[in-house]
C-alpha cells in the first residue's frame, strides 16, 4: 500500500496539526470522550482530506461476509411481497420457535418461544430492556453497570431520565467479586444488572464461579440481570458451535430466574446491516407482575408491558423481510448446516496478530488476563504505551492513519488505555500497521 507522506520533518503519514485542526472543527471538545460515532466521522474526515488509508479500529463493523441463508430467505420474503405487510411485533412465529431452539441448544436453557422477540439489533433490545426493567418498581433508581462495557448503553439511560451506577471489574474477578457487587446492591435502588459475556472492550469472559455470583445475588436483592451476549461463541479457546452438545455459552440464565438475555445477529451473523436482533426473557420474567409498570404501560405484566409497550413505542415491529432471514440463519445454524462459530474463528487469527506487532513495537495489553489464564483473542482488546494517556495517544496515533477509541468512554479506570477492534481491518493491511507502528516507536522513544 502506498503511503502519503505530507509531513517529511515529523515523518508521519498525516501533519499533526492536520489531525489537530479536524479534531477542532469537528466539534469535539474532548477527545478522551469522543463517541465511537465521533471518531468514525472523524477519521472520515481525515481520510478525504489526505488520502490516507486508514488502519480503522475505532468501530465494531463485521468484516466478514453476512449468512448466505439469510440474504437468500430476505429476497425470497420480499418477492413473495411482505415489503407491503406489517410484521407481527411479537415476531413470526417459525422465528420464535428458531428462537426457543437456538436458546435450548447453545445455551442449555428452556425457554418458551413466546419469551423470545425479534428486534432491531441489540441497541433496540438495551433501551426496550431499560424502559420496562428498570420502571418495575418506583423505589429503585436504574443500572448497574459491570464495566468496562459499551459506552452507549450507558447513554440509553441517560436519555430515558434514568440513574445508573458501575464499577471496573477487572480487579474484582473471581473470588473477589461477590464482595464488591454486594456492596453496590446493598443500597437497595438497583434495578437491573448489565455486562457484556465475552466483554466489550476487555474480552475478558466471566466463568461459571462468577456468573453463578451475579445469578445468586440478583436474586437476593430482587435485580433482573440484562445479559449482553453480542460476541456469542466467540470465547475461542472452547468450542460452542456444535448443536445440542456441551460445552455451552456460559450463561447467567443457569443461576437465576429473572433475566434478560440479548443476543445480537450483527457480529455473530455478519448481519449488522439488517439489525436483526433477539431479546429474550425467562418464563418466569415474563409472567411476572409488577404493579409499577401500569405507571407506564397498560398491564402490569412484565412480558406484555415490554412486547405491546416498550418495541411496539419504539418501532412496531422489526422490518418484516429480516424476520424471514433471521429465521432461515437460526435455523440453519439449529440444524447444524451453518456453523457460524467456525466463520468467526477469523477475528481471534486477526487479533493473535495484531496483538503480536503493538507488542513488538512497546505497547502492552491493558487488560490482559483472565484470571489466571491468558486473555482469549477475539474481536477487541486494548492497547497503551508508556508516558501516554488515551487522548494523547489516540490523538497521535491519528497522525499515523490508526484510530481506536479511548478506554475513558468504556466505564474503565484504565484511562492510558484505547480499545482496538479486528473486524475492519483487512489481512493485507498487517504489514502497514508494522510500518507504521514502528516509526511511531521511533518518534516516541520509549524513556528507560
Given amino acids: 500500500m502506498r503511503e502519503k507522506i505530507e509531513n517529511y520533518m515529523e515523518n508521519t503519514p498525516i501533519n499533526r496539526k492536520t489531525v489537530s485542526n479536524a479534531i477542532s472543527s469537528s466539534g469535539i471538545t474532548d477527545l478522551g470522550y469522543a463517541s465511537i460515532r465521533e471518531i468514525v466521522k472523524l477519521v472520515n474526515i481525515l481520510g478525504n482530506e489526505t488520502g490516507v488509508e486508514f488502519i480503522r479500529m475505532e468501530m465494531g463493523v463485521p468484516g466478514l461476509p453476512s449468512a448466505e441463508v439469510g440474504v437468500n430467505a430476505e429476497i425470497d420474503a420480499l418477492r413473495k411481497g411482505v415489503a407491503s405487510i406489517y410484521p407481527d411485533i411479537e415476531g413470526l412465529p417459525e422465528f420464535k420457535t428458531e428462537a426457543s431452539r437456538f436458546v435450548k441448544l447453545f445455551l442449555d436453557i428452556d425457554v418458551s418461544p413466546d419469551c423470545c422477540v425479534p428486534t432491531a439489533g441489540s441497541m433496540m433490545g438495551g433501551m426496550a430492556s431499560f424502559m420496562v426493567a428498570n420502571r418495575n418498581d418506583r423505589t429503585k433508581e436504574g443500572t448497574l453497570f459491570i464495566d468496562p462495557g459499551f459506552p452507549v448503553q450507558k447513554t440509553q439511560t441517560r436519555i430515558l431520565g434514568q440513574d445508573y451506577r458501575s464499577f471496573d471489574v477487572y480487579n474484582y474477578r473471581g473470588e473477589k467479586l461477590a464482595a464488591k457487587l454486594e456492596s453496590m446492591l446493598e443500597c437497595g435502588k438497583v434495578s437491573t444488572i448489565l455486562y457484556s459475556n465475552p466483554n466489550n472492550p476487555s474480552w475478558i469472559c466471566f466463568t461459571e464461579d462468577e456468573l453463578r455470583t451475579i445469578g445468586r445475588l440478583a436474586a437476593r436483592y430482587d435485580v433482573i440481570v440484562v445479559e449482553d451476549l453480542a460476541y456469542f461463541g466467540m470465547d475461542f479457546r472452547t468450542d460452542y458451535s456444535q448443536p445440542g452438545i456441551p460445552p455451552y455459552q456460559p450463561t447467567v440464565a443457569k443461576y437465576c430466574d429473572d433475566y434478560?438475555?440479548?443476543?445480537?445477529?450483527?457480529?455473530?451473523?455478519?448481519?449488522?446491516?439488517?439489525?436483526?436482533?433477539?431479546?429474550?426473557?425467562?418464563?418466569?420474567?415474563?409472567?411476572?407482575?409488577?404493579?409499577?409498570?401500569?405507571?407506564?404501560?397498560?398491564?402490569?405484566?412484565?412480558?406484555?408491558?415490554?412486547?405491546?409497550?416498550?418495541?411496539?413505542?419504539?418501532?412496531?415491529?422489526?422490518?418484516?423481510?429480516?424476520?424471514?432471514?433471521?429465521?432461515?440463519?437460526?435455523?440453519?445454524?439449529?440444524?447444524?448446516?451453518?456453523?457460524?462459530?467456525?466463520?468467526?474463528?477469523?477475528?481471534?487469527?486477526?487479533?493473535?496478530?495484531?496483538?503480536?506487532?503493538?507488542?513488538?513495537?512497546?505497547?502492552?495489553?491493558?487488560?490482559?488476563?483472565?484470571?489466571?489464564?491468558?486473555?482469549?483473542?477475539?474481536?477487541?482488546?486494548?492497547?497503551?504505551?508508556?508516558?501516554?494517556?488515551?487522548?494523547?495517544?489516540?490523538?497521535?496515533?491519528?497522525?499515523?492513519?490508526?484510530?481506536?477509541?479511548?478506554?475513558?468512554?468504556?466505564?474503565?479506570?484504565?484511562?492510558?488505555?484505547?480499545?482496538?477492534?479486528?473486524?475492519?481491518?483487512?489481512?493485507?493491511?498487517?504489514?502497514?500497521?508494522?510500518?507504521?507502528?514502528?516509526?511511531?516507536?521511533?518518534?516516541?522513544?520509549?524513556?528507560?
Avoid: W
Fill in 260 to 448: 434478560i438475555l440479548l443476543i445480537s445477529g450483527s457480529k455473530v451473523f455478519s448481519y449488522a446491516g439488517q439489525r436483526a436482533g433477539l431479546l429474550v426473557m425467562s418464563d418466569h420474567l415474563y409472567n411476572r407482575r409488577y404493579p409499577d409498570l401500569l405507571r407506564y404501560y397498560s398491564s402490569d405484566l412484565f412480558g406484555r408491558a415490554m412486547i405491546f409497550g416498550a418495541l411496539y413505542a419504539l418501532s412496531s415491529g422489526v422490518a418484516h423481510s429480516v424476520q424471514y432471514g433471521f429465521t432461515a440463519i437460526l435455523k440453519a445454524v439449529n440444524e447444524g448446516i451453518y456453523n457460524f462459530v467456525e466463520n468467526t474463528k477469523e477475528y481471534g487469527l486477526k487479533a493473535a496478530a495484531m496483538k503480536d506487532i503493538f507488542l513488538k513495537h512497546g505497547f502492552t495489553i491493558v487488560y490482559d488476563r483472565d484470571i489466571e489464564k491468558p486473555l482469549a483473542d477475539g474481536f477487541y482488546f486494548t492497547i497503551s504505551y508508556p508516558g501516554f494517556s488515551g487522548a494523547t495517544l489516540l490523538q497521535e496515533l491519528l497522525a499515523y492513519g490508526i484510530a481506536a477509541i479511548t478506554l475513558n468512554i468504556t466505564g474503565s479506570e484504565r484511562t492510558e488505555g484505547l480499545r482496538a477492534c479486528v473486524s475492519q481491518v483487512k489481512r493485507e493491511q498487517l504489514p502497514v500497521l508494522d510500518g507504521r507502528l514502528r516509526l511511531f516507536r521511533e518518534n516516541n522513544p520509549i524513556l528507560k
